[in-house]
């Protein structure tokens, strides 16, 4: 999804990317995160934490996932 809606290459999405790096402002990532939790029926739970990474973003919606034990259907998602 990063790919699709920033316009990036599947080789820049690293787990290691720094998300500002790429472009993806703080405003960006919180309305991406609303994204996925459109996309998938999560829930964010719990305080805030910083997202500066592509790793980041997949270790919140890994806890989210664990959390709230829902299965993600990905589909073809880059």
């Given at each position: 999804?990063l790919?699709?809606?920033?316009?990036?290459?599947p080789?820049?999405?690293?787990?290691?990317?720094?998300?500002?790096e790429l472009?993806?402002?703080?405003?960006?990532?919180?309305?991406?995160?609303?994204?996925?939790?459109?996309k998938?029926?999560?829930?964010?739970?719990?305080?805030?934490?910083?997202i500066?990474?592509?790793?980041?973003?997949?270790?919140?919606?890994?806890?989210?996932?664990?959390?709230?034990?829902?299965?993600?259907?990905?589909?073809?998602?880059?």
């Amino acid at each position: 999804m990063l790919v699709e809606e920033f316009g990036l290459t599947p080789e820049q999405v690293q787990p290691d990317s720094r998300l500002d790096e790429l472009g993806v402002d703080s405003l960006a990532t919180v309305e991406f995160m609303f994204m996925l939790e459109d996309k998938f029926k999560l829930k964010m739970t719990g305080e805030p934490v910083p997202i500066k990474t592509v790793g980041d973003i997949a270790r919140e919606v890994d806890v989210m996932v664990a959390q709230q034990g829902v299965t993600l259907d990905i589909g073809n998602q880059p």
